[in-house]
Structures are given as structure tokens and as C-alpha cells.
């Protein structure tokens, strides 16, 4: 069995983490941490979990996490960085599903996140934890760095004409809403049901700290330096992520069947699904499962492909896609602990 520990066990991503990893049957907890809830029952924070995780919360310096096979950090930014050096020396494999590792030029990560990283020497070995493009390096690597939730359907839906060469890199747009749960537990007038339920807005349209990341990993599908207009938006639900892409085809691109390069670039993928033309997703049809769903448009026959794409934010957004990234580390089946189908209603 793998020993697993949890760092910032206490937030939805942690919970989520929890819920997936208690079903894996090849993983055992061994460890949740929280500082605040140290000595507290998990399933006393967490009922849904009563009967599954039989833990409670311990201190990060008690030593358990030294112990562990694996350790995912669910921890806002700032944390993992401080604490993943000792455990990387220590034998212990991270997945980091906060932003510490995702941006590979240090300084870039400093000028969006406003102070100095405390390990850059890392970032170089940290594998970007996007399995659909980088399952070989993968595999026995001893870093994760979990991408954003916004990032994967971003990347997702744009990848396939990208790394085809169909469309113009410089004339990107993502139109991407996410669910409250995306900004957090932690208390929040914004998040308040009074506040974002039946309403739709806009944030972070000057500049949003996904960007960056986003805009590496499509350049890494170009080979080449892209532009990207990204604005995400808060949506009245808990849980989902809606991406509207648009993306100027080129005299390749106008000329190809788009519907079968999609089908085509993830057919062996398990968990990206291209839904045949001229149905759309829904976020419903992905709330709890470790898939993003999508659909290649061209509208009128004209010149820009529209791809819109869903996912949990939650589930293949975080905590399944680091579930995922850990199965093909140690060499598992990907799938396994994962083959949930989304909850309706």
C-alpha cells in the first residue's frame, strides 16, 4: 500500500482529496495535517467522510509526513515551498496542488505572487501536472506542480490546434467561469450566498495569476510564444468550471475537420472527453468525476474555432488530476480511484 499525507487538509480541495483517496485502492492515509484543528476528528469537520477516514487532524511538525510515500500540499500559496525541500530529501514524493511550482522562471512567479520564492532551484524539476501532455515525464518524477483549475480547461481546449499547427497563436481568447468553491473555504463577504447567488461577474480582467501559467503551457503545445486575453468570471454554483475558447484558424486549420483532430488528439485520453458535434457540455454533467468535457465549433463556417469545455473545479480541476498525476508517478492504473461518473441531479 502507499502511505499518503495531506497537507491543508481542512479546504474543499483537501476534502476532495480526502473523499478520492479513501476509495484508492492501492493508497492509505496515513496523515491530514491542520494546525488549527490538530487533535480534531476529521469526519468531526468533514461527516461525509464518517465510516471512510477514521483520522484526525495532526501538526505538520509531528513528523508523520517524513513518513509517507506521497504528500499532496492543498495549501494556499507560500506553504508548499517552505516545507517540500526536507521532504524531497527525506525520500517523499510531492504533488503541490497550490501555484509554487507551476511557473518555471522564478521571476516571473515573484512578479504575480509579490514575494521571493524560497526554493527557484526547484522549479526546474517540477513537472507540470497536466497528463494529457506530460505523462512521460510523469512517471517516477519526485515533483508535481498540480496546474490551476482555470489552466486545465483552458490548455485542454486549446492544446489540440495548437499542436497542430491550425491556428493563429497570437489571437487567443478565454471567456472561463468558475464555482465559489474555486475562491476557497475560508470566510468571505464575495463568496456569501447573498452575494454570488443569482448574480455573474467578472474579475481579474486587468490581470488574473493564471495567466502566466496558462500562457507557458500554451506555448509549450505552440512551440512558440502566444497571446492570450484571459477573463475569468464567478458563477452562482459551487462547483464547476465553464471555458468559452475562440481561436482564429489559420488556411490549415479553415481546411481541416476540426471534430476529428479533437477526436483524433484525445482518443487514448481517459479522462477528456470530445462530445460528438453540436452538443455542448454542461457543468452538471462533470460535478464530482475526474473528466473535462468539449466541443469544437466553427460558427457560420467562418475563420474562428469556439471550443467550450467543462470541468469540476474541485475534482479533474484539482484534486482527480493530482490523484491521476500520483497513479501514473508510482505506476499505477490512471484510472484507479477515479472512475466516478459526475452527479446528477
Not at 510515500?69 to 521532504?87: E, G, I, K, Q, Y
Not at 468553491?181 to 474579475?203: H, I, M, P, T
Not at 464547476?240 to 477526436?263: C, F, K, M, P, W
Not at 453540436?278 to 468539449?294: H, L
Amino acid at each position: 500500500m502507499i502511505t499518503v499525507g495531506i497537507v491543508g487538509g481542512t479546504g474543499y480541495t483537501g476534502v476532495e482529496l480526502l473523499r478520492l483517496l479513501s476509495c484508492h485502492p492501492e493508497v492509505q492515509l496515513r496523515a491530514i495535517t491542520s494546525r488549527a484543528e490538530a487533535g480534531r476528528r476529521v469526519d468531526a469537520l468533514f461527516p461525509n467522510l464518517r465510516g471512510h477516514v477514521d483520522l484526525c487532524f495532526t501538526d505538520p511538525q509531528d513528523g508523520a509526513l517524513e513518513r509517507c510515500d506521497v504528500v499532496f500540499f492543498a495549501t494556499p500559496h507560500n506553504v508548499a515551498m517552505r516545507s517540500v525541500p526536507a521532504l524531497l530529501s527525506a525520500g517523499v514524493r510531492v504533488i503541490d496542488l497550490s501555484a509554487d511550482f507551476r511557473i518555471r522562471d522564478a521571476a516571473l512567479w515573484e512578479t504575480w505572487y509579490g514575494e521571493t520564492h524560497a526554493c527557484p532551484d526547484l522549479l526546474s524539476e517540477a513537472v507540470y501536472g497536466l497528463p494529457e501532455r506530460h505523462r512521460d515525464a510523469l512517471r517516477g518524477a519526485r515533483l508535481v506542480a498540480c496546474p490551476g483549475c482555470y489552466p486545465t480547461a483552458v490548455q485542454l481546449g486549446f492544446m489540440p490546434l495548437l499542436a497542430a499547427g491550425l491556428a493563429d497563436p497570437h489571437s487567443l481568447i478565454a471567456n472561463a467561469a468558475s464555482g465559489v468553491s474555486g475562491a476557497g473555504r475560508q470566510a468571505s463577504v464575495a463568496n456569501l450566498l447573498s452575494e454570488a447567488g443569482d448574480s455573474f461577474k467578472a474579475y481579474g480582467v486587468a490581470g488574473h495569476r493564471h495567466l502566466p501559467e496558462i500562457r507557458q503551457g500554451l506555448e509549450d503545445s505552440a512551440g512558440e510564444p502566444v497571446t492570450l486575453t484571459f477573463v475569468p468570471h464567478l458563477a452562482p454554483m459551487i462547483r464547476g468550471i465553464h471555458a468559452t475558447l475562440y481561436a482564429r484558424l489559420n488556411e490549415q486549420g479553415r481546411a481541416s475537420d476540426l471534430q476529428s483532430v479533437y477526436e483524433s488528439f484525445y482518443a487514448d485520453e481517459p479522462f477528456v472527453d470530445v462530445l460528438p458535434a453540436g452538443i455542448y457540455p454542461e457543468t452538471r454533467s462533470v460535478r464530482g468525476a475526474n473528466i473535462c468535457r468539449m466541443t469544437v465549433t466553427v460558427p457560420q463556417g467562418g475563420d474562428i474555432a469556439v471550443v467550450t469545455a467543462v470541468e469540476d473545479n474541485l475534482v479533474k480541476g484539482a484534486a482527480g488530476q493530482a490523484v491521476q498525476c500520483m497513479n501514473i508517478m508510482l505506476g499505477l492504473d490512471e484510472r484507479s480511484g477515479l472512475s466516478q461518473p459526475g452527479l446528477l441531479p
